[in-house]
């Protein structure tokens, strides 16, 4: 009888997920299904107690969900660590993005700012307060509604309703069409995020997720990590 994974996501590691659990479905007698919505809405309905066998998010994120008894002790696996890019619409000009002052600098300069509210936006905003911008630079920032990748906002511009300059993982700026990846962040102001899985309090076949967990996390799955924009955990 195959067996029916059912997990849940945050839009980060949509792609990558999407990607390995087809995979796995090659090789395993099991169907691995994974709703991929916002990070905070994800841990919430894990919380709520929503039938999930495996959720997928930042590791501090999995981290409390086993502290607070809806994710399964000791069942993490750290699947890929994932950095921050930058981004403008296709066709625009292309701010340099080398050092930490160039960056400040193209923030300062851009006619709108929009970054994601996960792990990497916080880091971000925390950023912005630290070269001590956030106030000025307040009225330009733009929030993408849940499970809007910035990206898209870049693709619109500014001048569209969308935003001149946007931040997020380079896993969700890749496959983005109308947009022009500038570089990732450099690495004195790098922010890293673990991509981490566990087995939801709710399962009933936690073996069968701990060998999803294990299939993901192994080194052959490595490629597949670098070709969505991250690297193996």
């Known amino acids: 009888m195959t067996t029916e994974i ?3 996501s945050s839009m980060a590691t949509r792609l990558l997920l999407a990607e390995l659990a087809g995979a796995y479905e090659r090789v395993a007698d099991a169907r691995v299904r994974i709703e991929s919505v916002g990070g905070v809405d994800a841990a919430k309905r894990v919380a709520a107690g929503e039938a999930f066998d495996v959720v997928f998010l930042a590791a501090d994120a999995i981290d409390k969900l086993i502290a607070a008894g809806h994710a399964l002790a000791g069942s993490r696996v750290d699947l890929v660590h994932s950095g921050v890019a930058v981004a403008v619409q296709a066709g625009a000009a292309r701010p340099d993005v080398s050092s930490e002052e160039a960056v400040r600098a193209a923030v300062l300069a851009a006619k709108s700012i929009s970054y994601s509210t996960g792990p990497s936006g916080v880091a971000l905003a925390r950023l912005f307060e630290r070269w001590g911008i956030a106030e000025q630079i ?12 910035v990206g898209s906002l870049v693709a619109k511009g500014p001048d569209n309703g969308g935003v001149a300059l946007g931040f997020q993982q380079l896993s969700e700026l890749i496959h983005v069409e109308g947009i022009h990846i500038v570089g990732p962040l450099p690495e004195a102001i790098q922010i890293n995020t673990t991509f981490s899985g566990a087995v939801c309090a709710t399962s009933r076949q ?7 967990l294990r299939y993901m996390a192994a080194p052959e799955a490595a490629e597949a990590k670098r070709r969505q924009g991250m690297v193996a955990a």
Do not use: C, E, K
């Open 6 to 8: 059912l997990g849940i």
């Open 206 to 212: 936690p073996d069968a997720v701990r060998a999803l």
């Open 138 to 149: 307040q009225g330009r920032i733009v929030t993408p509604p849940p499970g809007i990748p």
